[in-house]
């Protein structure tokens, strides 16, 4: 049997604006998918949503995958495959392509084959086109290489000399809410096209953001990350990306003593996610759960997929 494990991912700064050629950054999590192959019948048992029937709706991702990693290898595969991932779907956070990432590395290790993390990534990324309109790539380069990506149209760059303050940790709430990327992109779309002079200054504002998010970074500023973190929510909630239910999370948030807070990629519900610093954050999430919140406390993630041992249970 051959595991291992690719972290999930949090967009910091710049979702919908990179719709528009800005820039965006984002960070992978230490929330990891756990993908466990060996020979067998082409059996799949996932630890969240039991066995993926052929046919069904989570199994697509994985029959595309072995397509591809079959042509790659040059021979046909079957496996059994376990899957443990606590990443919540549908929430902004990169599961898909965490369980993809995680299952290509865990198979070619299988198989014996030699390949490199950046045949990893394009295996999982055909994967994820099969069954995700139009990925941008950043879930699968991020699940990947983890660290902290600056992204633009057609320009995906890996911050490798670059860490987030380490007196800093990332509050991760999940709504509940499952909404459809492809709606709300359209819907700001359409705000952008009726108000476009305003908009383009808020796009333009939504670049200055990042610039200033990477010289924050570089000098361990998480009171200004923070700050950013707001002004880019009251960007992305002028142009309708944020919800009510977002919003009431953002401010519970803040209240509790978080530096800053936003939603993270499409918006309107998936994951709000804050930062505070690290003893602030344990007495945010204890509150947050205590309320009910299904949230949890993510450092950044350096390391990207890599093998563990069958029987070694997830980071945290
Ligand atoms: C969705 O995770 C991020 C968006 O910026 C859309 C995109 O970049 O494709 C909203």
Not at 52 to 69: M, P, Q, T, V
Not at 83 to 101: F, Q, T
Not at 123 to 138: C, D, N, W
Not at 266 to 295: D, H, P, Q, T, W
């Amino acid at each position: 049997m051959r595991c291992s494990i690719a972290p999930a991912k949090i967009i910091l700064f710049g979702e919908h604006f990179v719709v528009k050629g800005k820039p965006g950054l984002g960070v992978a999590i230490s929330r990891y998918a756990k993908v466990c192959v060996k020979e067998g019948s082409n059996k799949i048992y996932s630890t969240q949503l039991g066995v993926l029937e052929k046919g069904s709706k989570y199994r697509a991702l994985f029959d595309e995958a072995i397509e591809h990693i079959e042509e790659f290898a040059g021979k046909s595969v079957c496996l059994d495959i376990y899957v443990d991932s606590p990443i919540p779907i549908a929430s902004g956070l990169g599961s898909s392509a965490a369980v993809a990432v995680a299952l290509v590395h865990a198979t070619l290790g299988l198989l014996n084959v030699e390949f490199t993390k950046e045949d990893v990534r394009k295996i999982a990324h055909e994967a994820e086109k099969a069954v995700h309109y139009r990925p941008s790539g950043v879930d699968t380069t991020l699940a990947t290489y983890g660290g902290l990506l600056y992204y633009r149209r057609g320009e995906f760059r890996l911050l490798d000399d670059l860490q987030l303050p380490t007196d800093l940790s990332l509050i991760i709430v999940n709504t509940g809410i499952k909404r459809s990327t492809g709606v709300i992109v359209r819907d700001v779309l359409g705000r952008y096209e009726r108000i476009k002079r305003v908009a383009k200054h808020i796009y333009e504002a939504g670049r200055e953001i990042v610039r200033t998010a990477l010289k924050a970074i570089k000098r361990g500023d998480k009171k200004l990350l923070g700050e950013l973190m707001l002004v880019n929510q009251g960007l992305l909630w002028s142009m309708g990306a944020s919800s009510k239910q977002c919003d009431e999370l953002i401010y519970k948030l803040l209240d509790l003593g978080a530096l800053g807070a936003k939603i993270t990629g499409a918006g309107r519900g998936g994951a709000v996610i804050g930062l505070a610093s690290k003893g602030m954050a344990k007495f945010i999430i204890n509150e947050l759960i205590k309320s009910g919140y299904e949230a949890f406390i993510a450092e950044p993630e350096y390391n990207g997929v890599r093998h563990i041992n069958h029987d070694q249970l997830l980071p945290l």
